[in-house]
Structures are given as structure tokens and as C-alpha cells.
């Protein structure tokens, strides 16, 4: 008799460490950093390419752990209170479910999924080799168990997700980690707008971050080439639309540097240069086109400038390869850069802005949150808010920020003064 007890406790250890082992790989398994074991997959790690082969089918090594695990806990139970009730009686029922709760809670679950958090990576790669027979000789079971959940759910109208939600779901996990990327220092606070600049790519127009046509350059295609030669030097651009007839109807873009070779070539003669011969086609875009889809066309059609129209085909403005790598990086200035009056900040904490100064790069610079579906410059949220063109000096309030006139050129707000509301300590 007592070797029969001593043998069932024996039973009874054996199925705690497994219940432990089914725990810890639950735990090590889904808690892994994907991003390394990605990395270490591609340097060759075979032990890295069988957790993610694992982790593509979770629904099959979610079901094979805790269908092991279910399985030994009930079975370790089940000796339990055998031996218990052999031993006290009816009383063993009770004891066998206090001691049984408490071995399992501490040796079969908690225990183990704390080492397991703490060593995720490397208890993964560890434990995969073996996990995968597991999952393949329960895999009939799993599946069986999946097809009834799945019809249990129908019934009661529960929908599974998609994998456009589960992309977005993804998405919003990457945004999230980045906002965790902390800290003050430069350096951090640039990687992560940078980060959040590359996700945002996609839901951003050109219309947003384009040259509008008041302020791009276009020279008359009918001027004589030695005048076209004069304004190209004056312009601080290397791409210049031509115009013919009218400014919209643009008919050719100027390269500088094109240009520079036919005035090497002519040196006695500079009306002798065709400028239409050597000026590229224009490439027209609809506004709506979103900055990522634009990158791609750029780098597949190795272009660096575009002329944006509205769905009218109006001249709405440029793009350029630069304006979307700004997007990610910052302003990228150079030596034929002109300077504009940006963003001044002032002794009292406002600021001012040029109207021009587009939302998005206050928010990125201030980690502000204005918004900026329906206008996409600050002159552009006045006007919004005002509901008409407001005159100087007129004052607005907003989302707590104060926004005051201070120059209105004809109908274009060129001056304003914002001020953000006071920080809250803490």
C-alpha cells in the first residue's frame, strides 16, 4: 500500500513539472520578441526559424499547451484525491483540492510563467525543438477543438477578426512601442518622429506637404532661351515648370543642369538653345495620392519632382522627393535653400507662425495634438475655425491654444501668434 502511494506521489511530481513546462511555454512562446527571432532567422538560426513556424500557426500551439496542460493538471488531480481519500476519507476531497490548487497555482503556473517572462527569448528558442512534435501529434485534436469553438462562436454571432484588423491591430502594437521608446534627449525625441513619420506615410496626401503654386517658380516657355538662361540663375531651383499661353497649361519641366550643358555647348549663341527639346515632360498627380504611394512612384520611375492638380486639372502645386524624405527626417536645408520665417518663439511662450507652417510639423516639433484632417496649415486652422478670413488682431481659442492675427496679406493670413496652453506638472 505504501509503495502504491509512494508511487502515485512520484505521479504526481512528474505531472506538476509538466503542467510547469506546458506554462512556461505558453508563456515563452507568445511573449517572445518577434523582431529578434526574425533577425536571428535571417543569420541562420534554425532554432529561431521553428519558433516563428510555430508562432505562424498559434492557433494549433495554443491548443496543443493547453490541451497537455489541462490534461496533466486534471490527471495530477485525479491522483490526488485517490490517494487523499485512501488516506482521510471523505475528508480527502477537501484536502486534495486545497493542496492541489495551491502546488498547481505555484509550481504549475506562476512560477514558471515568471521565469519564462523574464527569459522569453531564450527559453523560446530552448523549448521550440521540443514543442514541435508536441503540436503535430495533437494536431488532430487541436483542430477538432478549433472547428467546435468556431461554431459555438457563429452561433452565438462572436466574429473572428479579419487579417486587414489584425494588420491594423499589428500596426497599432508598432505605434504603441514607439511611443515607449521615451525620453528627452534629442537624439530619442528625433528617433521617435522619424519612427511615427514613416507609419503616418501612408495617411498623408501630397496636397499637405506640396509647394503650393503661390510660391513655386514657372517661366514662360515663350521667353527668349537667353531670358529663360537668366531666370533659371536667379531661381534657387534645379526643376522649374514651363508655362505656354497660360500658367496652369504647363508644358515641360526645365532641368538646370540640362539646361547648363546647352549654354556649354553654345557659348556664342544662347538663342540658339531649344529649350522645349530639352525640357522633360511634366508629370502630373492628383493631390489625393498618398506620400508612400508617391515615394514608390518616384524611386520606380527615378523622378524627384511632380506637378500636383486637383480633380479639375488645375495646377495646384509641386512635390518633390525632398519634401516627402522631410516628412520623415526634418527639414533638409542646403546653400540654395531660401529661408522662410517659420517658427519664432517668443519670451512669454507663444510663438510665431508663419501661416504656412504646416500642422503636422508643429505637432511633430511640440508633440502637440491639432488637428489636421480639414486644414493642413495653421492659416488654414484659423480660417477653419473662424468659419471666414479673419481680419488682424482678431483673437480665437482652441483646444486651449490661442490664436491671434498679427499680418493678413489681401486674403492670405501671413502672420500668426500661437500660444499653447500651460504644461501640466507632474
Given at each position: ?424 506638472d507632474g
Open positions: 500500500m505504501e509503495t502504491e502511494i509512494l508511487a502515485t506521489i512520484g505521479g504526481i511530481a512528474v505531472l506538476l513539472v509538466l503542467s510547469g513546462f506546458f506554462s512556461g511555454s505558453e508563456t515563452a512562446l507568445t511573449a517572445y520578441s518577434r523582431p529578434r527571432m526574425h533577425l536571428l532567422e535571417q543569420q541562420g538560426n534554425d532554432r529561431a526559424r521553428q519558433v516563428n513556424r510555430l508562432h505562424a500557426e498559434k492557433e494549433k500551439l495554443l491548443g496543443a499547451i493547453l490541451l497537455g496542460n489541462n490534461v496533466v493538471n486534471i490527471l495530477a488531480s485525479a491522483l490526488a484525491t485517490s490517494v487523499l481519500i485512501a488516506l482521510f476519507g471523505d475528508r480527502g476531497v477537501v484536502y486534495a483540492t486545497g493542496a492541489m490548487t495551491l502546488l498547481i497555482l505555484i509550481f504549475g503556473e506562476v512560477m514558471p510563467k515568471t521565469y519564462a517572462l523574464q527569459n522569453a527569448d531564450r527559453l523560446a528558442l530552448a523549448l521550440a525543438p521540443v514543442i514541435r512534435p508536441v503540436v503535430a501529434v495533437l494536431a488532430p485534436i487541436t483542430h477538432a477543438v478549433n472547428v467546435v469553438i468556431r461554431v459555438v462562436m457563429s452561433i452565438f454571432g462572436v466574429r473572428l477578426a479579419t487579417e486587414r484588423e489584425l494588420s491594423a491591430a499589428a500596426e497599432e502594437v508598432l505605434r504603441g512601442a514607439i511611443d515607449l521608446h521615451r525620453g528627452e534627449e534629442p537624439e530619442v525625441r528625433q528617433e521617435r518622429i522619424m519612427l511615427r513619420s514613416i507609419l503616418e506615410l501612408s495617411d498623408v496626401d501630397v496636397s499637405e506637404v506640396m509647394h503650393h503654386r503661390q510660391d513655386i517658380v514657372e517661366i514662360d516657355a515663350d521667353l527668349p532661351p537667353a531670358r529663360i538662361v537668366e531666370q533659371v540663375v536667379e531661381s534657387p531651383y534645379t526643376r522649374i515648370p514651363l508655362w505656354r499661353g497660360e500658367k496652369d497649361n504647363i508644358v515641360g519641366v526645365l532641368h538646370a543642369k540640362a539646361l547648363l550643358r546647352q549654354v556649354h555647348g553654345h557659348r556664342g549663341s544662347l538663342e540658339e538653345i531649344d529649350i522645349a527639346a530639352i525640357a522633360a515632360p511634366p508629370w502630373f498627380i492628383p493631390e489625393s495620392t498618398s506620400l508612400l504611394d508617391q515615394l514608390q512612384a518616384f524611386r520606380r520611375r527615378r523622378e524627384h519632382f511632380a506637378l500636383v492638380v486637383d480633380e479639375y486639372g488645375s495646377l495646384m502645386g509641386v512635390v518633390t522627393l525632398e519634401d516627402i524624405l522631410e516628412e520623415i527626417v526634418g527639414d533638409i536645408s542646403d546653400e540654395t535653400d531660401v529661408v522662410l520665417v517659420g517658427v519664432r518663439p517668443q519670451e512669454d511662450g507663444s510663438l510665431l507662425v508663419d501661416g504656412r507652417v504646416t500642422i503636422r510639423d508643429l505637432n511633430r516639433r511640440y508633440d502637440w495634438a491639432l488637428p489636421d484632417d480639414e486644414a493642413s496649415t495653421v492659416a488654414g486652422l484659423v480660417i477653419q475655425i473662424a468659419r471666414v478670413i479673419p481680419d488682424e488682431r482678431h483673437i480665437f481659442n482652441y483646444k486651449g491654444f490661442r490664436f491671434e492675427v498679427v499680418r493678413r496679406r489681401r486674403n492670405r493670413l501671413a502672420l500668426i501668434r500661437l500660444t499653447p496652453p500651460p504644461r501640466e
